[in-house]
């Protein structure tokens, strides 16, 4: 029976139906037209257009033995009646004393795969005229339009039972992938910790290099799993979380993101040029997050013998936060491509990290109602830029 229900959930999706079973009626006269589903052992109308008063309603079951429907299930052939009374075959049928009809036509709706469906049939107790006339290939070309129906939507609920199946295991995926972020915070925080002490007091050189690559080691995974949940969160659709507020402190803060990754990379050189951006209204740690993210990049795309800078300041209608550096310029076919999760740059060297840091950027940028942009020559670098419209208060003050 499930199979039946399914059946005739997909019937009632073909918005074809009514209008074939309006033109049957119309064309033969006939004043009753249904598309059944009939197998070995049951019959139920599928759709019915009744104008007799004959009382089937969609789901309705009839006896199969006592149709002629079920004889169309074992031969496969149509049925076409003028007169049942007057008629050599039917006139003492069971199924015409029980339904008292004259006027009958059943073709066969037969799968794409060659499996039996069901049929369209129509019936009336005043004779008609049937035979030899346009009413049995017209039905016969609609039984097959229908079977092509049957067979499209079925395809397509199936589509959409996979993406919905799959939908669901990907969401299952980034619910895993953020609450193993989540659990792996606190032991690396332990971690980190411990080996920043260690670093502190141990009097042995050797030692402290040992506990100072611990805590290196420690920091970058637990940058790998701020990048985690940051992308878990984005598509779980909860979108990156921000806590926003007036920020007098936001050069310093950004001062000390530059000068961690100076130590870091004791080799390189980061300038800065910080104007006066106190007040600013925004996610203090997000920003720093972002600014992390682009002189990270930057360090690992540009040119190791050139510097990195790094400018922020207020403009009449926005605030800009830009990293600049030298070295060979974006491919212009990957510039679309810069934001999108687990993108890298094309490049021979071995690449750390997991290739989500400039996504995280943008979505802290889109999150605060800004943007990012790009722009990478051989003349003038790649420069990296998020921009922050200010409020109409925020401009006036600055």
């Keep these: 029976m499930t199979d039946v229900t399914s059946d005739l959930a997909t019937i009632a999706r073909i918005n074809a139906v009514p209008a074939i079973l309006q033109v049957i009626c119309e064309t033969s006269g006939l004043r009753f037209a249904a598309v059944a589903r009939v197998t070995d052992d049951s019959w139920?109308?599928?759709?019915?257009?009744?104008?007799?008063?004959?009382?089937?309603?969609?789901?309705?079951?009839?006896?199969?033995?006592?149709?002629?429907?079920?004889?169309?299930?074992?031969t496969r052939q149509t049925?076409?009646?003028?007169?049942?009374?007057?008629?050599?075959?039917?006139?003492?049928?069971?199924?015409?004393?029980?339904?008292r009809f004259e006027?009958?036509?059943?073709?066969?709706v037969i799968r794409a795969d060659g499996s039996f469906f069901g049929?369209?049939?129509?019936?009336?107790?005043?004779?008609?005229?049937?035979?030899?006339?346009?009413?049995?290939?017209?039905?016969?070309?609609?039984?097959?339009?229908l079977s092509i129906q049957i067979e499209s939507e079925e395809s397509v609920q199936r589509t959409e039972?996979?993406?919905?199946?799959?939908?669901?295991?990907?969401?299952?995926?980034?619910?895993?992938?953020?609450?193993?972020?989540?659990?792996?915070?606190?032991?690396?925080?332990?971690?980190?910790?411990?080996?920043?002490?260690?670093?502190?007091?141990?009097?042995?050189?050797?030692?402290?290099?040992?506990?100072?690559?611990?805590?290196?080691?420690?920091?970058?995974?637990?940058?790998?799993?701020?990048?985690?949940?940051?992308f878990a969160r984005g598509r779980l659709g909860a979108g990156i979380p921000l806590n926003l507020q007036s920020c007098p402190d936001l050069a310093q803060a950004l001062s000390h993101v530059a000068s961690e990754l100076q130590r870091v990379h004791p080799q390189r050189r980061i300038l800065l040029d910080i104007g006066p951006i106190e007040g600013l209204r925004c996610d203090r740690e997000r920003v720093t997050q972002l600014l992390s993210n682009l002189i990270a990049n930057a360090l690992e795309h540009g040119d190791p013998d050139g510097p990195v800078w790094v400018c922020a300041n207020l403009q009449p209608d926005a605030f800009v936060l830009s990293v600049r550096n030298t070295g060979e310029p974006i491919a212009p076919h990957a510039m679309g491509q810069l934001f999108q999760p687990f993108t890298r740059q094309v490049s021979t060297a071995p690449q750390q990290g997991l290739g989500l840091g400039l996504y995280i950027a943008n979505q802290i940028a889109l999150a605060h109602g800004g943007s990012m942009e790009v722009s990478s020559s051989a003349e003038h670098g790649t420069l990296f830029s998020f921009r922050l419209p200010l409020t109409p208060t925020q401009a006036n003050a600055s």
């Design 44 to 74: 139920t109308a599928c759709a019915v257009l009744d104008n007799l008063g004959f009382g089937l309603k969609v789901g309705g079951e009839l006896d199969v033995v006592s149709t002629l429907c079920h004889e169309i299930h074992n």
């Design 79 to 99: 049925i076409v009646i003028d007169k049942a009374s007057e008629d050599s075959v039917y006139c003492n049928h069971p199924t015409r004393r029980k339904y």
């Design 103 to 108: 006027s009958y036509i059943s073709v066969p």
């Design 119 to 145: 049929t369209i049939c129509a019936l009336d107790p005043k004779p008609a005229r049937l035979k030899g006339t346009a009413i049995e290939p017209m039905m016969a070309s609609f039984a097959r339009l």
């Design 161 to 230: 039972l996979a993406l919905r199946e799959e939908r669901a295991m990907a969401e299952v995926r980034e619910q895993f992938i953020a609450v193993l972020g989540h659990d792996l915070r606190n032991p690396l925080f332990a971690i980190t910790a411990g080996a920043e002490l260690l670093a502190q007091r141990l009097n042995d050189e050797k030692s402290r290099a040992i506990a100072r690559h611990i805590l290196t080691c420690g920091r970058r995974a637990a940058h790998l799993v701020r990048d985690v949940l940051d």
